[in-house]
């Protein structure tokens, strides 16, 4: 796979599963910088997931903790996000883009505003996602509400 020097990578990574961290290897398997876009608390509200959202102080401690447990730290800069563009409409700061199929929207629409901007489109690196047991997605929804944990497992419902 073609490495890029700067990729970005966003989220809400809430309740850090293992389809937010097959996302997340995939960036670093690709970039060899790599900045994560964390949605701000007030961010996080504007997108209305249906269960609530930890904060952004714990979301913030859970991905430094995988950084660091698999030694990504030094190529990892985590930012706030306030927005769904992060720096994606700056220019240089990213070659690439690294989103789930259910992302995909999103990075098409940056690179809409980029080319609107006379920018060059940033090349989109699309993972499927990762399915539970069940063969459905595993979802930070699904795992909020007892169905599945973190590791797509199907839970006892009583």
């Keep these: 796979m073609k490495r890029f020097k700067a990729v970005a990578v966003g989220g809400t990574f809430d309740e850090l599963h293992k389809g937010h961290r097959t996302l997340l290897m995939k960036a670093f398997e690709v970039g060899e910088r790599v ?20 904060s952004y102080t714990k979301r913030l401690d859970d991905l430094k903790r995988f950084l660091i447990s698999h030694g990504l730290s030094d190529r990892a800069e985590i930012i706030t996000l306030t ?32 080319r609107d901007k006379g920018l060059q489109p940033l090349e989109l690196i699309v993972i499927e996602m990762v399915p539970a047991e069940n063969h ?23």
Excluded: Q
């Design 35 to 54: 900045s994560i876009g964390l949605s701000s608390d007030e961010f996080a509200k504007e997108l209305r997931k249906p269960h609530t959202v930890a």
């Design 83 to 114: 927005d769904p563009h992060g720096v994606t409409l700056s220019e240089g700061l990213v070659e690439a883009l690294v989103v789930s199929r259910e992302t995909e929207p999103t990075a098409n629409e940056i690179n809409d505003r980029r």
């Design 136 to 158: 459905t997605p595993i979802s930070t929804t699904k795992v909020r509400e007892g169905l599945i944990d973190r590791e797509g497992r199907l839970l006892e419902t009583t």
